[in-house]
């Protein structure tokens, strides 16, 4: 834990926040280049890897099955060989690390046993150990369906997927198992997921929109591993949401990620009338980086259409703290994927912009809000990164104080946010 408070105090901002950033390397990235690494023995050097307890996660693994992880701060150095043919790896808090390793294992000899702490170990798996189990993968999971999962390397062949569900974990791990697999293996999904997978192997997509994956490829294409790790897009958010929360507040994000397939909420917000400036300046590891700038406005309330969320999955939490302030009805349409996140994110969304004084409802698996003046008031992040960070911003424009507990659980994702607020909104921020 870096954060070694249970509590955070919130206090309305009365200052404008005027926030310069670069933040720590993206984690749907870290995870990946660091997963990738165990394709093979080069030695890999990551810039601006994530801080968060996740991307951690996904290096004590990798190094439990026979990688050399050197961690200097921000920079870690990958070496050797994933010699292990047997290990339990220890997931943590991560889904991403826990999927992608279930694709990756799949096909390589040897028996490896996955766990998580007791949020991931009641997230579903079934829905990656079915479509690998099509390849041959030899893979048991608890009564439930959920972890710990009992891995035994199995030949596997490849599989045309065409999936109900698009999830970027899902895809993530049927294309790594498609690595190992005789044969090709394609997949599709309903609506575009992130791609970061597909840009890491260097991938395209059909006229259909299957991506493929052989064996073969490997020997063809090196994924490009090494060098800095842009920003990410999803702590980035949090800044925007908050720069909109407060009046005549600005904020800049340099060198963050800037993939079209994670940027809905930047579309959504523009929609509202957000004035907000993203410019690509460069490319690292097949993926666009550049800056941010969002500058405070009048907004109208926010319509999302559920072809977009998959693009915006992980940022609702704090675009719904930001529609409770909007006068008007906001839609979130079709984001009942949200009730198996790292909490139930869409009853810990309703409970905590009800207790904040604006009202939200679920209606099948529609989010409506109606916005209006927030108050203070104690809340709960119910062990959830992204609840505990939109519920601090959401402090920042509610009147009076409001107490957030559980708060340091942003560890996983940001565990520098809090200091970085501090350093902005010095009277706003208290801890205990
Ligand atoms: C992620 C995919 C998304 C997202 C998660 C990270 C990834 O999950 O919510 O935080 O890195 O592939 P799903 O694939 O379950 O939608």
């Known amino acids: 834990m870096v954060n070694k408070f249970t509590t955070a105090h919130v ?14 390397g993206d984690k749907s990235v870290s995870i990946r280049r660091a997963l990738v690494s165990l394709l093979d023995a080069q030695t890999v050097t990551l810039e601006n890897y994530g801080t968060g307890a996740d991307c951690l996660a996904a290096l004590s693994c990798i190094d439990a099955l026979g990688k050399h992880v050197r961690r200097d701060g921000n920079k870690v150095t990958i070496s050797g060989e994933a010699a292990k043919t047997s290990a339990t790896l220890d997931c943590r808090n991560s889904g991403t690390t826990a ?5 990756l294992l799949a096909g390589r000899p040897g028996s490896w046993v996955l766990t998580g702490d007791s949020s991931l170990s009641a997230r579903p798996m079934l829905r990656v150990v079915e479509p690998l189990r099509l390849m041959g993968a030899k893979i048991e999971l608890s009564r439930e369906g959920t972890l710990p999962a009992r891995i035994e390397g199995a030949d596997l062949t490849g599989h045309e997927h065409d999936l109900s569900l698009s999830s970027a974990q899902v895809k993530s791990a049927i294309l790594l198992a498609g ?22 192997l260097g991938l395209r997509q059909s006229e259909d929109r299957f991506w ?4 073969e490829m490997q020997a063809d294409h090196t994924p490009e591993l090494s060098g800095a790790i842009p920003g990410d897009l999803s702590s980035a958010a949090f800044w925007g949401v908050a720069a909109l929360l407060v009046p ?16 809905g909420w ?15 300046e460069d490319q690292s590891g097949g993926e666009s980086v550049g800056n941010i700038v969002i500058r405070n406005g009048k907004l109208k309330p926010l319509s999302i259409s559920a072809d977009e969320v998959p693009t915006l999955i992980d ?18 349409h079709q984001v009942g994927e949200l009730r198996v996140k790292e909490s139930d994110r869409l009853s810990a969304i309703v409970e905590q912009i009800t207790c904040l004084g604006a009202k939200a409802a679920v209606k099948r698996d529609d989010l409506v809000i109606h916005g209006g003046a927030l108050r203070g008031a104690e809340l709960d992040a119910h062990g959830d990164h992204r609840i505990a960070i939109a519920s601090v911003i959401a402090g920042l424009a509610a009147q009076g104080t409001t107490t957030v507990s559980d708060a340091a659980c942003a560890d996983i994702s ?7 607020l501090l350093t902005h909104l010095p009277d706003s921020l208290s801890f205990s």
């Open 212 to 215: 493929s994956v052989m064996r």
């Open 179 to 200: 690595l190992h697999a005789r044969g090709v293996t394609r997949v599709r999904e309903p609506l575009n997921s992130r791609d970061h997978t597909e840009r890491l």
């Open 248 to 263: 005549d507040s600005e904020a800049v994000i340099e060198g963050v990620l800037l993939n079209p397939l994670r940027a």
């Open 414 to 420: 940001y565990p520098s946010f809090y200091n970085e």
């Open 315 to 332: 940022e609702i939490p704090a675009l719904s703290v930001l529609a409770a302030t909007i006068s008007g009805e906001s839609v979130f």
């Open 99 to 103: 999927r992608l390793l279930m694709g």
């Open 11 to 24: 206090r309305c901002a009365t200052t404008p926040l005027r926030a310069r950033c670069v933040l720590p």
């Open 266 to 280: 930047i579309e959504v917000l523009r929609r509202a009338g957000a004035a907000i400036e993203a410019a690509v």
